[in-house]
């Protein structure tokens, strides 16, 4: 089975642009989380969704914002992009309805904003 | 609120030495705790997990944990450490909606 892949792995932005990442999820599986790394503040999560619905979303302003298709894939978009948002962002899937279950997660797409 | 503390930011261990991680979490129910490891450039791979029963999992990798809830730890510990172990950890709680609470983690380094 293939793993999780996220397109781009590495972006560079400037500020004030917006960006949009993509994450294809395990066959199979239908949830998808989004979170932040950096080197500071470690992962902090983002948002999940699970059958195209956003289930929980973490404390990001607005600027941040997903979807899921109905083949379970998900995109990210950061819209106004600020210097603060560089960091590896991954995406994660996992499979059911309740949770928690394990989550796989992807290698990430690392976006510098400059 | 749920939080998840990882106090040590870094650990500098001989090859074949033992090894024990620490994490404190916060959580008012009993806790779904997992550890995770991220080595360069690689997502992050489950190492073990806790969600109820014996609080001493085993894992990949020759990892085990143990859960005391007394203590609020869910230490992750290995008896021999191998050069290749050298890599981040992560320790999480996870809620229902898989909506996990991740710590800082703490970066690994093996000298021979």
């Known amino acids: 089975k293939a793993g999780v892949t996220q397109t781009p792995r590495y972006l560079i932005k400037t500020r004030g642009q917006q960006v949009t990442l993509s994450c294809s999820p395990i066959s199979g599986h239908r949830s998808v989380s989004w979170y932040q790394q950096t080197p500071g503040q470690g992962l902090q999560f983002l948002f999940e969704y699970f059958s195209e619905t956003q289930r929980n979303k973490g404390n990001f302003p607005g600027r941040f914002s997903g979807r899921q298709f109905s083949n379970s894939r998900s995109e990210m978009n950061v819209s106004t992009l600020e210097l603060g948002d560089s960091a590896l962002y991954l995406c994660a899937s996992s499979f059911g309805s309740g949770g928690p279950h394990e989550q796989y997660f992807g290698p990430g797409t690392r976006l510098t904003v400059t | ?112």
């Open chain 2, 1 to 112: 609120a749920q939080s998840v503390t990882q106090p040590d930011i870094h650990i500098t261990v001989s090859e074949g030495a033992s090894l024990e991680l620490r994490c404190n979490y916060s959580y008012g129910a009993t806790p779904y705790l997992f550890w995770y490891v991220q080595s360069p450039g690689q997502g992050l791979q489950l190492l073990l997990k806790y969600f109820s029963g014996d609080t001493l999992v085993q894992g990949i990798k020759g990892f085990e944990a143990e859960f005391k809830r007394s203590q609020s730890s869910f230490n992750l510990r290995k008896p021999s450490v191998h050069w290749s172990d050298a890599a981040e950890y992560f320790c999480a709680v996870g809620l229902t909606g898989n909506q996990f609470y991740f710590g800082t983690g703490t970066s690994l380094t093996v000298i021979p």
